[in-house]
Nanobody
Framework: QWQLVESGGDLVQPGGSLRLSCIVS????????IGWFRQAQGKEREFVSC????????KYAEPVKGRSTISRDNAKNAVHLQMNNLKPEDTAVYFC?????????????????WGRGTQVTVSS
């Protein structure tokens, strides 16, 4: 039974940092592309970042570029998203996802497996 479980979401002040984590079980993460998406209240789910299986292909959405770093630790079946200089507009539920084959996709439909999300709230 596959499972993706996100953690690390919190209430932070503008300018703060968070490290989101996603623990994956039930699938061989080595051969999957991974992605992070977010969904603000009343809005559609949007792409944040992705990485292919080897880590050789990375993409970031323009709103988070330069402030975020995606990483993966296949040995620990873990995926991370480091977010710095957080802004109120980063407030959303953040989801991790896995895609086979091992591409770095920017569309929701590119991904096969999804976690349930972790809430990030940026507010003073």
């Amino acid at each position: 039974q596959w499972q993706l479980v996100e953690s690390g979401g919190d209430l932070v002040q503008p300018g703060g940092s968070l490290r989101l984590s996603c623990i994956v079980s039930g699938i061989n993460l080595d051969i999957y592309g991974i992605g992070w998406f977010r969904q603000a209240q009343g809005k559609e789910r949007e792409f944040v970042s992705c990485m292919n299986d080897s880590g050789g292909s990375l993409k970031y959405a323009e709103p988070v570029k330069g402030r975020s770093t995606i990483s993966r630790d296949n040995a620990k079946n873990a995926v991370h998203l480091q977010m710095n200089n957080l802004k109120p507009e980063d407030t959303a539920v953040y989801f991790c996802a896995a895609a086979y084959p091992d591409d770095c996709g920017v569309r929701v439909q590119d991904y096969d497996y999804w976690g349930r999300g972790t809430q990030v709230t940026v507010s003073s």
